[in-house]
């Protein structure tokens, strides 16, 4: 993206974007004084401030007026917003208010979705102009934000279908086996003379002065004579409309030279015009074209340019030119698209690349891959930088989550959590009744406290606040309240910058579409001076009515965003699909992460395979850097494999090492540590947990967090764990809901538990495995649990390398499946046989687990792919030296498959 010259100004006491265009002539009457040339810069500021916000989340236009007294906008702006979001709806998007010199437009988010007046599909993007053309007839077209979009999907579609058609699976390059051929239309070569009556005549090397062609214009055809100035800047001119319009729609023919109305060739005086010239603009023109491609081959635009002879009696007079255009495989634009979007504080214009990849997007194809997901927020109903947000089927929806954590009450204003409400006024002399005399005016609504919002919304936290707040009430726009414990001028900064994100992340996170503001509020429990509230100086104006939130319906949608914004994480999809994806926290993983870090340093959490873990241990450590301020090296996670090190590295919030690794380093600069997996931890190097405590106690501010993630029942060895003994771990929280794998492969795990349950190894404390009387499991999960016994070596080989070709041609891909032997010893063992069967099936190669993000099969152990996860998931000759810890062996194997497992038991038990 080109940063543009107009700079948003994010008032520090203003929590939205704001664009500040300057002075602009409004008034009908006073716009129609203005010349030309500087009406359309006026109107240009205004509209890419327009465009700019209404691409990016909403805000506000100010700009300054000549006048004291009220003003209309004026007609061609009013026109100009109406064009860009292609409605005669105003204020479904724009507001406007004044205030003495100064004109707001309150701009709110654009959204997808169908338009109200015909129910067709919006774009995604709003556009000045998308510089997409295209024939209709005799004319050239410009594509408007809803043609292009349409035009855009469809090509994409094509392309994908000739991508995935029957000979792409024979052959790659089926683009290259029609090289003449339009994919969005096979039989549309204009190069065929026997449907061309064009083609004679391009093929001749010169043309008569005066003769007349043979065939009008058409859509195949267009004829332009030559300008009597500046030849070569005209030709210029119409190449990049003209060009592209026949590239878009089927090819077709530019005659330069020859008159449209009498059809006369003309052509232009050999003395006013370089032939050699005139070829290199045109070429340089034409390959100057911004090409985008959704197809494999991406070859350029594909034109023939003649600069032919015009004779006249027999001697040379001038010149014409012709050009002939192939179809285009997929888009030519005229120039970059006049589309704009708000990033690092200035307005940018998007690139033909972002703006294509943007108006294309659509939500992954999960469906293909797995029927266990259930859309919360999709791209084709949400704004334009929003992104995709699914839930596994089984868990609460975003409605649930939000009836299960701020639900609105019926008839009274309710302050939740209860318990965080407690906490802070017992902690606080008088916080109650300076929150309840702020409260005084609102009657229905809900109150949501927090430690830090900040935090909350990966900020970080500022000392000196006792908690933030936010009220969400009927009649009234969302306020963000911060209290602080004495009078700070950088206590409105920290709120206005909250409010500020709240509101950006309610919209572009939470897909809210609405229209929506968050006030900042700064309250201040001893003030200096008598007054109770110190509230940031808001905008001389306010916002108008519409902003308020009208009743439960409001208030709810906006609340269900807010369960987004705060219990949405990225997907580990995400790297498999190649695209931003993001998931929901349970109320309980949620419930966690909300806890105070400053009272609660040392935690240990007993989660039950696949309850989330090593989810929470990322979402945790991100928390730490916001609460503590500190930067990533003072935050270790210790696991005991190197694959989950290396995929935990690849995230950059931490510093990983594995416990070999942290017994052996010193870490004098770390100040937290993060431990996973700790069940399978051994104190055969020496005593990690003591040295953990060292290193998080020895802080002269205080201890640092030392939070331990551990499952007893995915115990895989027999030797001491080093874990302090059940009765000492002070601090427990417990995850009880599986939530990764299908429902025959968690009743797998729920019998195996049970066996752990009932005959636990000696190592395993006593009582810590009752967790599992408590288990849930999300049903209706599809999947599958295949045991395969009896089958030789040669025969498991050969079931897993056509079980997985199934899969591929289902749309899963080497991503999607691991392999997985009892020791690491054993992988060199089975990986020739496997190699072997794989490539008689043409399947893809293997590679171990430390590259998780690599497109390859995972052949590995048991024990080395701990903490990571995949959607298929094979498991040969699962055993174990000690049978006591069989059971333990097999729930750590088959807990890491999300949705197909298949075990081939050693020996066919």
């Known amino acids: 993206m080109e940063a543009n010259q107009c700079p948003v100004v994010v008032e520090p006491s203003y929590p939205d974007l704001v664009i500040n265009v300057g002075e602009v002539t409004l008034g009908e009457e006073n716009r129609k004084k203005l010349q030309k040339i500087q009406r359309d810069h006026e109107k240009e500021r205004v509209m890419q401030a327009a465009c700019a916000l209404l691409n990016s989340g909403g805000g506000v236009i100010r700009m300054a007026k000549k006048v004291e007294h009220p003003v209309e906008m004026g007609l061609d702006l009013e026109q100009s917003l109406r064009e860009l979001i292609q409605s005669s709806d105003l204020q479904a998007f724009f507001e406007t208010k004044q205030q003495g010199r100064r004109f707001y437009i309150f701009v709110k988010s654009w959204s997808s979705g169908p338009f109200p007046e015909d129910g067709s599909v919006k774009p995604r993007l709003c556009s000045l102009s998308s510089s997409l053309y295209r024939r209709s007839e005799t004319s050239v077209r410009s594509m408007d934000s809803r043609e292009a979009f349409c035009f855009l999907k469809a090509k994409k579609r094509k392309a994908k279908i000739l991508e995935e058609g029957p000979f792409h699976k024979i052959h790659k390059g089926i683009h290259q086996e029609l090289p003449n051929s339009d994919p969005a239309d096979p039989n549309s070569d204009p190069a065929d003379p026997n449907s061309d009556p064009a083609d004679p005549i391009f093929q001749k090397d010169y043309l008569e002065y005066g003769e007349i062609l043979p065939f009008p214009e058409s859509q195949l055809v267009e004829f332009k004579q030559f300008s009597t100035k500046h030849i070569q800047e005209y030709v210029k001119k119409i190449i990049p409309e003209y060009v592209p319009a026949f590239a878009n729609t089927g090819g077709g023919y530019l005659f330069i030279g020859v008159d449209d109305k ?169 916080l109650g009744e300076l929150i309840n ?47 602080l414990r004495e009078q700070d001028a950088e206590g409105q900064d920290y709120c206005t910058r909250t409010a500020f994100t709240l509101k950006q992340k309610l919209v572009n996170m939470g897909g809210y579409t609405g229209k929506v503001c968050v006030k900042a509020k700064v309250l201040c429990l001893r003030p200096e001076s008598s007054a109770e509230a110190l509230e940031a100086s808001m905008s001389p104006m306010d916002y108008p009515a519409s902003y308020s939130l009208a009743g439960t319906e409001h208030m709810e949608a906006l609340l269900q965003s807010l369960v987004i914004v705060l219990l949405g994480f990225r997907s580990l999809l995400s790297d498999q699909l190649g695209c931003e994806v993001l998931n929901l926290l349970t109320a309980k993983q949620y419930e966690i992460l909300s806890r105070s870090l400053r009272k609660n340093r040392e935690l240990f959490v007993h989660g039950l395979p696949g309850s989330g873990k090593t989810i929470i241990a990322i979402n945790i450590m991100e928390k730490i850097r916001n609460v503590f301020h500190c930067e990533e090296k003072r935050i270790l996670y210790v696991c005991e494999n190197q694959p989950l090190r290396n995929f935990i590295s690849h995230k950059n919030i931490c510093q990983a090492e594995t416990r070999k690794t942290f017994l052996r380093e010193n870490f004098e600069h770390i100040q937290h540590i993060v431990i996973d997996e700790a069940q399978n931890f051994r104190t055969e190097d020496g005593d990690w947990y003591g040295k953990a405590k060292t290193i998080t106690r020895r802080a002269k501010d205080g201890p640092g967090i030392l939070w331990i993630f551990l499952d007893y029942f995915q115990t895989s060895h027999l030797d001491c764990s080093g874990l302090p003994p059940l009765s000492d771990q002070y601090s427990i929280e417990e995850l009880t809901r599986i939530v990764r794998n299908a429902d025959p492969i968690a009743k797998y795990l729920q019998k195996e538990m049970q066996v752990v349950r009932n005959n636990p190894s000696f190592n395993i404390p006593t009582g810590c495995l009752e967790v599992l009387l408590e288990a849930e499991w999300s049903q209706g999960v599809q999947g599958t649990l295949q045991i395969k016994k009896h089958l030789t070596v040669e025969q498991i080989m050969t079931y897993v390398a056509d079980t997985c070709r199934r899969f591929f041609e289902r749309g899963y891909s080497p991503k999607d499946v691991a392999v997985l032997v009892s020791t690491a010893k054993e992988v060199e063992h089975y990986k020739y046989e496997l190699l072997k069967a794989m490539r008689k099936k043409r399947v893809v190669q293997l590679s171990d687990a430390c590259d998780m993000l690599g497109d390859h099969i995972v052949l590995d152990s048991v024990r080395r792919f701990s903490g990571l996860e995949r959607n298929i998931v094979f498991g040969i000759h699962p055993r174990t030296a000690d049978p006591a810890i069989l059971p333990n062996i097999l729930i750590c194997l088959a807990s890491r498959a999300k949705q197909h497992l298949y075990i081939f038991p050693w020996g066919g038990h």
């Not at 070829?279 to 100057?288: G, L, P, Q, S």
């Not at 609105?408 to 008088?430: K, N």
């Open 437 to 483: 005399k702020q409260m005084q005016p609102f009657f229905r609504g809900i109150l949501i406290f927090s430690r830090s919002w900040a935090v909350d919304l990966n900020l970080q936290e500022k000392p000196g606040v006792i908690c933030d707040a936010l009220l969400i009430a009927q009649n009234s726009t969302p306020i963000l309240y911060t209290i």
């Open 262 to 430: 009498s059809r006369k060739v003309l052509g232009c005086a050999k003395e006013n015009v370089d032939p050699d010239s005139l070829r290199r603009k045109i070429e340089k023109a034409i390959y100057k074209l911004p090409c985008v491609h959704f197809c494999q081959p991406q070859r350029p635009i594909t034109f023939t340019l003649k600069i032919v002879d015009v004779l006249k009696r027999g001697e040379l007079y001038g010149y014409a030119c012709m050009i002939r255009v192939k179809p285009f495989c997929c888009a030519v634009f005229s120039e970059a698209p006049n589309s704009w979007i708000v990033e690092d504080k200035y307005v940018c214009s998007l690139t033909t690349e972002k703006w294509v990849g943007m108006m294309t997007d659509t939500d992954p194809d999960l469906l293909q891959l797995s029927k266990d997901f259930e859309c919360q927020l999709s791209l084709s109903s949400g704004p334009p930088l929003s992104r995709p947000v699914y839930s596994k089927k089984g868990l609460e929806h975003k409605k649930e989550l939000q009836q299960l954590l701020f639900s609105v009450p019926p008839g009274y204003l309710r302050y939740t959590p209860e318990s965080l409400w407690r906490d802070l006024t017992s902690e606080h002399e008088g």
